[in-house]
């Protein structure tokens, strides 16, 4: 389980306790425990060796050699941090069903992957930094604790670029985890930019589930355009947040170019690059997308190649077959160049 959890990677549903939620994590471990003790069945059978699912990516780039290469040696433990392979530091609280217990740790080379992405997704990250012919700007869309943020972030400073961070955020407790991320990690006030509210295409109000426990949560979903009395009726109920939808050109308006956006949004992703396109064609260098489902992924394919754009890497979502309706429970990842930006 510790190698599938990430917002976006393994989807963990809104639930309304810390407890309910280590139970469905449990719920999903057993089921990808059952799924991996089929294959490992199959292979034997075959006389072939097991390999973990995630060494089952596409790319048009050596992917491993990429994670490698940006690899920090001589790592130190902090004895309140988790420290992952490029030195970011990560609190245990952030994730405390999966992380307690882990600070004063690092971990190795996430190779085929670690507690919150895989090869093609870190691959996808790091190659954007490589890729960034000055400084580094990324957006992180549904940014959380700023994984990406901080993760990008830290390999593109040690290059010697500068960077630019901007998150956008609904739930209010992950905002909080964001900046305290960002700050642990050495980030000035002047390199980050968060934001509290919902991307979206265009302006507007949405509705946002309120969790009791930041961490406890990391798949919450907006209802997007509510209404006034939809706000009503929430506002009576205590459950929501009304929060303003932020479109990504105003996200995007004082930057004359973005080197990554990275985009996990419970769903949302097709819709929204397919409502920017012209946007993200002419100002965004490279998508790092986490998609939902396999209709998610074949809608990405025909907007994004149509308008020209190369994929570099891709690995599908992991899905069950249940009652005859396919169900995600490793979300895809997608990894997309703009050779408009990017000869």
């Known amino acids: 389980m510790k190698n599938l959890l990430k917002a976006g990677l393994l989807r963990v549903p809104a639930v309304r306790s810390l407890s309910d939620a280590r139970n469905e994590l449990l719920a999903q471990r057993d089921a990808l425990s059952s799924d991996l003790d089929a294959c490992r069945n199959q292979l034997a059978a075959q006389g072939r060796e097991v390999a973990s699912p995630f060494y089952y990516y596409h790319s048009c780039f050596d992917a491993q050699a990429v994670i490698r290469r940006h690899a920090v040696p001589g790592l130190r433990p902090h004895p309140r941090y988790l420290t992952n392979y490029l030195g970011v530091l990560i609190d245990p609280k952030f994730f405390p069903s999966i992380l307690n217990g882990r600070a004063g740790q690092i971990e190795p080379v996430p190779i085929p992957a670690n507690w919150h992405a895989d090869i093609a997704e870190w691959a996808a990250a790091l190659r954007a930094v490589d890729l960034a012919p000055g400084g580094f700007t990324m957006v ?204």
């Open 140 to 343: 992180e869309l549904g940014c959380g604790w700023g994984c990406w943020m901080n993760n990008t972030g830290v390999a593109a400073r040690r290059t010697g670029r500068a960077v630019h961070l901007i998150g956008i955020e609904g739930d209010e407790g992950h905002i909080g985890f964001a900046r305290e991320a960002c700050e642990a990690n050495g980030f000035r006030p002047a390199e980050i930019t968060l934001h509290h509210g919902i991307a979206a295409a265009t302006p507007g109000t949405a509705l946002f589930p309120r969790q009791g426990e930041p961490g406890s949560s990391w798949g919450l979903e907006p209802i997007f355009g509510a209404t006034a009395a939809q706000r009503e009726h929430a506002a009576r109920s205590g459950r929501y947040d009304a929060l303003p939808m932020i479109p990504l050109q105003d996200v995007a308006a004082q930057h004359a170019r973005i080197d990554l956006l990275h985009i996990d949004i419970q769903g949302g992703e097709a819709d929204l690059v397919t409502a920017c396109l012209p946007l993200l064609s002419r100002k965004f260098a490279y998508l790092l997308i986490g998609t939902h489902s396999r209709a998610i992924e074949g809608k990405l394919f025909e907007v994004l190649l149509d308008a020209g754009w190369r994929l570099e890497i891709e690995r599908p979502c992991r899905l069950h077959v249940i009652e005859g309706v396919p169900s995600t429970y490793v979300d895809g990842v997608q990894g997309w160049r703009n050779p408009t930006l990017l000869a």
